[in-house]
């Protein structure tokens, strides 16, 4: 089961401008939503291991509300846009409308509403300045007190507090993921024309914005519940959610601890080759699939392998 799309990394926006004696959970508040305020556009790289992607992106708020595009700089043609929720992608020569979710190599993403857990299983140091892209960053450090999720490095532009570097490290201070920006414009020099084009204004669907059949997943209470999450991990979601190749809709359930996110799907075991148990890696993602009493269970998040293994064993069905 393919489940790497959507739950590539949960990046943060901070604003380091906050007034003197402003604690940093106030000032992480403050600027949660950053990135959703501002106007930019750039090149930035995404790396993990030897393995190396370019993107391109551009963030516009006009009176529409917020357009964003990716495309990718490297290998076949990839592009997405982003507008009021709705997705579309590049897909054989033409643009398709998708199921709204964050991508993988989207960046900056937001940070999750529950900041409040975040001092409870996480130290938070500011770690000095540095430059990324040509402007002046803060770095701060999200350093975990368990060994069941990663520590967190990032570098934020002082002015705008947009996030301008990510880098995610393991228990032996090894970068295991990072993006950056390499090139950035923002305010007034970011790339706006692309908005205008006729491309973007006549892509299908861009009128049914309301839409219910725009949104197939569904909110549900299932009765599936995981016993041995992580300290601070919520459930922020819980949907019954058709996929692609599926007989059936799956089970998801979404937690966070503020700055990581895991996803728990269940479906039933069809027998096929996927349902071997198996771990998987991607940069800071791990994926561990397993069949359990006639179901296939995923957990996909960005923690260490052993936390995907620990939830997986956890899961269990306690009834509607």
């Keep these: 089961m393919k489940v790497w799309s959507g739950f590539c990394g949960l990046l943060l926006t901070v604003n380091v401008c906050a007034a003197d004696g402003q604690s940093k959970l106030d000032w992480l508040k403050t600027a949660a939503f950053a990135g959703h305020q501002s106007d930019y556009s750039g090149i930035f790289v995404y790396q993990y291991g030897s393995h190396v992607e370019t993107s391109r992106i551009a963030h516009i708020v006009d009176t529409d509300g917020e357009y964003e595009k990716l495309e990718s700089l490297d290998g076949p043609k990839r592009e997405i846009i982003r507008h009021h929720g709705q997705v579309w992608c590049y897909s054989q020569h033409k643009m398709v409308q998708v199921e709204s979710q964050k991508g993988k190599g989207q960046f900056p993403l937001l940070l999750p509403d529950q900041l409040s857990a975040l001092s409870a299983n996480y130290r938070v140091k500011e770690v000095g300045q540095d430059r990324v892209a040509g402007y002046a960053t803060q770095v701060v450090l999200f350093q975990p007190k368990d060994n069941l999720r990663y520590t967190h490095k990032i570098w934020v532009d002082t002015n705008t507090g947009l996030l301008l570097k990510s880098a995610v490290l393991n228990a032996r201070?090894?970068?295991?993921?990072?993006?950056?920006?390499?090139?950035?414009?923002?305010?007034?020099?970011?790339?706006?024309?692309?908005?205008?084009?006729?491309?973007?204004?006549?892509?299908?669907?861009?009128?049914?914005?309301?839409?219910?059949?725009d949104k197939p997943a569904k909110a549900v209470n299932s009765g599936w519940v995981v016993d041995a999450l992580p300290s601070g991990f919520k459930k922020t979601t819980e949907l019954?959610?058709?996929?692609?190749?599926?007989?059936?809709?799956?089970?998801?359930?979404v937690f966070s601890d503020g700055l990581s996110a895991i996803s728990v799907?269940?479906?039933?075991?069809?027998?096929?080759?996927?349902?071997?148990?198996?771990?998987?890696?991607?940069?800071?993602?791990?994926?561990?699939?397993?069949?359990?009493?006639?179901?296939?269970?995923?957990?996909?998040?960005?923690v260490p392998p052993t936390t995907v293994m620990q939830v997986l064993n956890s899961i269990r069905y306690n009834g509607k």
């Design 240 to 253: 019954l959610r058709p996929m692609h190749g599926k007989h059936a809709p799956v089970t998801q359930l």
């Design 265 to 302: 799907f269940v479906e039933p075991s069809d027998a096929d080759e996927d349902d071997n148990e198996g771990l998987s890696s991607r940069g800071a993602v791990n994926l561990y699939h397993k069949v359990v009493d006639n179901h296939l269970y995923n957990v996909v998040g960005e």
């Design 173 to 213: 201070n090894q970068v295991v993921e990072q993006y950056a920006f390499t090139e950035l414009k923002l305010g007034k020099e970011a790339d706006r024309s692309w908005i205008y084009s006729s491309d973007t204004k006549n892509l299908p669907g861009m009128a049914q914005q309301n839409s219910s059949s």
